[in-house]
């Protein structure tokens, strides 16, 4: 078997393609006897998921562009934004370029996400222009005003969600390497897509925007205007009822922060969805002592038995040797199972539960099967895919305390394939030397050492050296000797004097069991139990329950460890409260720098427990845990929420403190005036996604859980938001009033008369 692995900074693609082109030229030198046989190449299920992101990605902007014609009906009006989204990918790509980063399923998923992004800040900018245009003025005047009036808007829009993704550059560990690039690139592209938002939009509006068309425009135009309008009576009545109602309304944005609070704690957790990849990895396991014979006999009944199950491509099969390196005993062979193309077959847990099904039944020996994750962490491959350790400086405490435990283990629902590396019935031969009667013999134990190891180690005597290869002569006993523990006996070590004097003369021979392998973790006797999940279980489920089952059963002098997946898994968890908790705060200190302002960015806030509130209840609804996908979603969720509440409020401190409106008043406005643009960008970032929520192919799995808790998100907050945040910003806007009376720290109203068209406010609340 063959194994090419990259070098780090290369392309897996390229070297996978260099690598086919070189095997012919391989193959013409080998003898006839010998072929060469792709057994799996990652390139391409990377090429599948890559190619299946990239039509998400094309989805995504085909919806996006919808979105825009059918709110405002006119060609020219949808392809003005619409060039903000190519101008930004490509943009984004001359970034990554000198970054070194590459076009892969991480920098792909940004991209397709930020499609429903960055044409936010053009369609919030075009719809200003438009409106300016339907009060009669000109294209160029229109562009004017309208892009003057909303210019600090974006910029507020703009800074606030790429200030979100911040936290995640400076996140530790594996989550903030796997998603380090994924924030630069959806970054990158946020911040030019403003920047196009700003310049290139308005100018195409004074350019080439056309007139809007009055009663005409074909039935279709009449139609979705009707249907319009009649959203926009209804908004308006809802919101003046919502506004008299606002203690209902107040107590209901709590009830629902509550129940935020209970669906974070209460819902299943998850580190990384497996990705069909079509491959396999499994452990069979004989009975400890079996000989290299038996195993291979055990070794072909195992493939032929997987060869003839349908959906299997290939295998690759191999007798192990003890090695504490690898986790493998003499007992073990292990096999890589590569499937059939996706499209061919059931989904992989379909034909993984098959296969269990067909080896159950083998004698002698028991099979482990397990998908192999899409990345591998931590250096062991064991016969489950999560592990638990034990460690204890007694290791008689240590192999009592891991065999109540596996027992314990094996009654939970929520797991299967329950095992352990402790092999203690493993037949063993003791020699016990007679130190006294072997010095008196002129033997030392060196020389009974050294013939035991002789006859049954891999003593390495001689070099036979030919043309064109050489040979190690190994020393070693007769098959028939070494399988038989009677011939011992027979065994002769050579004196002092000369003489050989039997090993029976000089040493106690014994049989008895003991461990196969004596494991380590760091400096003390270690024990690894290893379980895979059921099926429909989360992982964080899972080892809430081994943990209580560990810490009632195991003694005080027996500790315990989570590795591999299920430690990074422990790790992230903690870590992504901190992310989330980050982001909120970082978006915070943002919008009071840009609003320099203590209470506005509390209402820009307000509406993101029930973003979060939609977004978890829609993972509960598909049976879909809370993993790191499904976080990042979260994150994302928390700069697109906001701009709602942005657009609204920053109109309401305008109208307020220029034209000197009531709080109410203004906020009213504010939202009626911003109702289109509000469900123009969010509608878009909500199809922008719905291709990743609903999404089939190579990979879609993994990246699933991020579509639905934003589309999930997305669509309750933005029902939710148009009301609690006018609520929200009366409330506060009457605290900030009542601490500028107490205090006395305030300037009076009078000196805002002045305030730039921009609606920036220089208030310190």
């Known amino acids: 078997m063959l194994a090419v692995q990259r070098q780090p900074g290369t392309n897996t693609v390229e070297v996978a393609a260099a690598v086919r082109r070189l095997l012919p030229d391989l193959e013409r030198q080998l003898p006839p006897s010998v072929q060469l046989q792709v057994l799996f190449d990652r390139s391409q299920s990377i090429l599948g998921s890559v190619n299946e992101v ?5 989805l995504a902007l085909v919806l996006v562009v919808l979105v825009i014609f059918v709110f405002l009906r006119n060609f020219s009006a949808t392809l003005i934004p619409s060039l903000a989204v190519p101008l930004s990918i490509i943009g984004t790509f001359a970034v990554m370029y000198p970054l070194g980063y590459s076009v892969d399923n991480f920098s792909l998923l940004a991209l397709t996400l930020s499609i429903g992004f960055v044409v936010d800040d053009a369609v919030v900018m075009l719809e200003n222009i438009v409106r300016h245009r339907e009060m009669g003025k000109g294209p160029l005047q229109a562009a004017l005003d309208g892009s003057r009036e909303i210019g600090f808007t974006i910029v507020s ?143 072909r009944a195992v493939a032929e038995i997987i060869r003839q199950a349908p ?21 073990q062979i292990r096999m890589f199972v590569y499937l059939t193309r996706r499209e061919e077959r059931p989904p992989l847990h379909e034909v993984l539960l098959d296969l269990r099904r067909r080896v159950a039944g083998l004698p002698g020996v028991r099979v482990f099967l397990q998908q192999l994750p899409a990345i591998r962490i931590g250096g062991q491959l064991t ?6 350790t034990l460690q204890s400086p007694s290791t008689q405490d240590l192999y009592a305390a891991a065999q109540e435990l596996e027992a314990a283990l094996r009654g939970l629902p929520r797991l299967q394939d329950v095992t352990s590396d402790l092999l203690m019935q493993n037949p063993q031969v003791d020699v016990e030397i007679d130190r006294d009667r072997a010095s008196t013999l002129g033997v030392t134990a060196q020389q009974i050492e050294d013939a035991l190891y002789s006859a049954y180690g891999d003593r390495w005597v001689s070099t036979i050296y030919a ?13 028939h000797y070494q399988r038989d523990p009677a011939a011992l006996p027979l065994l002769y070590v050579r004196s002092s004097s000369g003489q050989l004097v039997p090993l029976a003369a000089v040493a106690r021979l014994g049989e008895s ?61 903690a870590g992504l409260w901190l992310l989330l908790l980050a982001a909120v705060v970082v978006i ?74 009531a709080p109410r008043d203004a906020i009213y406005e504010g939202c009626v005036i911003r109702f289109r643009p509000i469900m123009m960008t969010t509608m878009a970032a909500l199809l922008g996604a719905l291709p990743i929520a609903l999404g089939v192919g190579a990979g879609a799995e993994a990246r699933r859980p991020l579509g639905l808790a934003v589309v999930g998100g997305l669509l309750f907050s933005q029902l939710v938001t148009l009301y609690l945040t006018p609520v929200y910003y009366l409330y506060l806007e009457a605290l900030a009033s009542r601490l500028r009376q107490h205090q006395g720290r305030f300037a009076p109203a009078a000196e805002f008369e002045n305030v730039p068209a921009s609606g920036r406010s220089d208030t310190i609340v």
Not at 54 to 58: E, G, P, S
Not at 313 to 325: G, K
Not at 467 to 479: A, F, G, H, K
């Open 54 to 58: 990239k039509f998400t990605m094309l």
């Open 157 to 299: 829009m703009t800074l606030s969600l790429a200030a979100v993704f911040i936290p995640v550059l400076f996140m530790p560990g594996i989550v903030g390497r796997l998603f380090h690039e994924f924030a630069v690139v959806i970054c990158v592209a946020i911040l030019l897509s403003g920047l196009v938002s700003l310049t290139l939009t308005p100018m195409l509006c004074s350019r080439f925007l056309r007139p809007p068309a009055h009663g005409g425009g074909g039935a279709l135009f009449r139609a979705t205007e009707r249907g319009f309008d009649a959203l926009l009576r209804l908004y308006e009545r809802s919101l003046q009822w919502v506004l008299g109602h606002s203690r209902a309304t107040f107590v209901f944005s709590l009830l629902v922060m509550v129940g935020t609070g209970y669906l974070f704690v209460a819902i299943p957790k998850g580190f990384l969805t497996d990705e069909d990849y079509g491959s396999i990895f499994g452990v069979a396991e004989a009975a400890q002592g079996v000989s290299f014979d038996a195993m291979v006999r055990h070794q």
């Open 311 to 331: 959906h299997v491509r290939a295998m690759f099969t191999s007798v192990t040797t003890s090695n504490a390196a690898t986790g493998s005993t003499a007992n």
């Open 383 to 388: 016969k489950s895919q999560y592990q638990l």
């Open 467 to 479: 043309p064109n290869n050489q040979y190690r002569v190994i020393l070693e006993l007769d098959d």
């Open 513 to 573: 069991v003991g461990p196969l392998t004596v494991t380590h973790a760091g400096q003390l006797p270690s024990v690894t139990l290893s379980f895979n999940l059921a099926p429909g279980t989360a992982l964080g489920d899972a080892l809430d329950e081994v943990n209580a089952v560990a810490a009632r059963i195991l003694p005080a002098t027996v500790t315990t460890g989570l590795q591999g997946t299920a430690q990074a898994f422990q790790a992230s968890l």
């Open 588 to 661: 915070y200190i943002v919008l009071g720098i840009l609003y320099e302002s203590f209470v506005h960015p509390l209402t820009i806030l307000s509406g993101l427990p029930s973003a979060g509130f939609g977004a978890l209840i829609t993972l509960l609804a598909f049976g879909s845990a809370l993993d790191v996908y499904a976080f990042v979603g979260l994150i994302m969720l928390i700069g697109i929420v906001k701009k709602n509440a942005i657009m609204q409020i920053d109109f309401a401190l305008d109208a307020q403190r220029r034209e000197g409106k």
